[in-house]
């Protein structure tokens, strides 16, 4: 009998033990379970949060947004003898050739007279980062600044130095442009070789007729403020030649946000000895640019 009983008990007990093997095994599961969980939420909580994209997300057509008739006017003299047909076709422009319109975008403008041939062009770059968890849309929009205005040979803007600074330094007299002296000569005008009793005698080097006879002040290439984000103006006159004129090129980069925006604008006179002035050709392209800049900002 007792034997029987053994025997009878031996299976219950086993199955029992079984039971709470299984349990115990499936509570230490659930543990790990539950502490993977949480060590992966903590892990994926770490992570930086992708920049949000640049406020651009299109750019407006360039020959339109460029349609301002009184600045475009003055910036591009109307030829003689246009029919009303060829002025509004040289006012229009012709846009460049795109293959990403949300991209890059450009249109251009030519005016010829007999005296001078003057250029100019706009164009808008939108850029994009294509991994905003390390660097946003206008973080990169910075980049591609910073490396046109180092092409561009200029100082990165700095601390900001009072105006009597570069006034007191008697060596030199006109620091409009210390970073760039090249792009900012003394014309030969200035500073006649010899000194004549008779002021209107016309002398070499002196400017052809209907120019000032006296030196125009040459502005020189430098960092904008009040200009978008930030800018800058690039001022390059070509060498003077014997039969060649000297021709002018402004050249204006602002960012805005995550838009690049180039207004280059240049003046070729046809008569050798003409300097196009440095003060009116910066003005007329910085008017165009500031007109482009609040255009953006609508």
Known sequence: MQRTAVRRVLPGLAMLTALAAGAAGLTGCSGASDGGSTSDSKAGGSSAAPAQPGKYRSLPAPCRAAADSKKLKAMLPEPDGLTPEQRDQLYAGVADASYDGDRHVGCRWTSQTPEETRLLSVGFERVVSYDRGAASDDDKAKQVYVRLLTDAHLPFPGPATTPGQGAANPANPNPANPANPAASPSPP????????????????GTPAPGTSPSAQPELGSRVLEGLGTE?????????????????????????????????????????????????????????LAQALAERFNE
Do not use: C, H, M
Not at 189 to 204: I, R
Not at 269 to 274: D, E, M, R, S, V
């Open 189 to 204: 005008a200035a500073s006649p070789a010899s000194g004549s009793p008779s002021p209107g005698a016309p002398a070499a």
């Open 231 to 287: 800018a800058f103006l690039d001022d390059k006159l070509s060498a003077a030649g014997a039969t060649a004129a000297q021709s002018r090129t402004v050249r204006i980069v602002f960012r805005t946000s995550n838009v690049i925006v180039k207004v280059e604008y240049s003046v070729q006179p046809t008569l050798p000895g003409t300097i196009p002035p440095s003060g009116e050709t910066q003005d007329r392209a910085r008017q």
